[in-house]
DNA sequence: ATTGACGTAGAACTACTGTTCGTCTACAAT
DNA sequence: ATTGTAGACGAACAGTAGTTCTACGTCAAT
């Protein structure tokens, strides 16, 4: 672990300052609120001590951004964190969060409401996706327990018109009118609807009595 | 006290977004940040909003100040907030991604190992858990179905040694010496451990020879 | 003496970011 | 129909703030 006295008079004075201006206002000071306060003129002193402190594993920056500064380990070396080194600075996507699955009712489009509730999730849990054609379900009652899905779980749910084998969809049936979570597969002329849960049948529809609706990306569960 | 229900959805998600955000980078977005998350457009639509969460108490602003804001109630009415300084708040959280689940071995000790993997999570699939109390299990094969765990997912379990009637909790069972993730529920003076799906019958067993390792917090599913 | 690493300066440059302003719509009151 | 208010939009503007570049001095190693 990096000793603390390794850093320079002024570096710990940036520390300080840092703290205890975030303690202040709630945000980060500028590069020319630190020199001001510890006594540098130039700008470019103040970066370079900065990015001292970064090295020393102090601090984070974000590139570009004002005020992008974020305490790691405080200036008594205190991290409470592990090794650290790389921490990956991973921003959430917020995706909105749509009402609960009716059983005969089409899922919602996405793109067209802004004002539902938002939900955080990592990007790792998008796959890839474009965020803004994901959205999040709640299940609503047990009848996607085939799928591993219970009540109360949230999907992440890629929009999407068509499905490959295997793949988890929502489909909305239309004999039955109700929009379901099943694996995909084509078998034939029909399209073969499997439910997780190996003692479970198939279901066998007309292809164009099921749309998909998306495709399953990822499944969060708070059992609380 | 100023009503929540005065503000209006936008509002609602502006400050929801502006709490995130700070929770994950550690200082405030900008007023396009805010509106790039929120679906505005003109960043003066989201200047008037945050002078309107202003005015509703909600917010400090500090003029002409990059990321100037400063939360002062949290988007429940609450205050109290703790300013939010020294603390570095790291966005995701780290805990370290056990191997797969064995049959017939206890789990392991996550304060022990530094050195495996390490997955990112929300703070909210921690539950106000403890971080280092914390670690993931990625579930190997079909055996915990029954509580709508499939092969491949990752589970969060906070290390316990008790449970309550409830909770999903992973048990060493010793006549079989092997562990499973069960619903918990003490029975007299036995202890029922209850699958989730519905049809499957619930197994009683000696509180003696059920040894609880921990309580699940969340499941992961990523469907690749 | 020469070199190179390190810390410091200053200034110019570019980007980022808050502010302002004219315009538009919807809706209720006049 | 007219007016007023709240909310929204987009563009332009100006102030703010990070980055980069050149230069200078110190000090230890060569």
Redesign the pocket.
Known sequence: MKDRTKL?E?QRNILRFIESYIEQHGFPP???NIGAATG??????V???LN?LVSAGYLA?E??????LRLVKDANGKSGRRAQAVQPVTSTIQVSLAGPIAAGQPLPIPTDQVSDDLIDVLPSMLNGANPSDVFALRVKGDSMIDAMIGDGDIVLIRHAETARDGELVAVFLEDRSEVTLKYFYRDGDMVRLQPAHPTMQPIFVDPKVCHVQGRVLSVLRLTV
Not at 40 to 45: A, F, L, M, N
Not at 63 to 68: E, F, H, P, T
């Open positions: 320079s002024r500028t590069i020319r540098i003129e130039s700008t470019s002193v970066n370079y001590n001292k920056r590139s570009r951004a004002s005020r992008g």
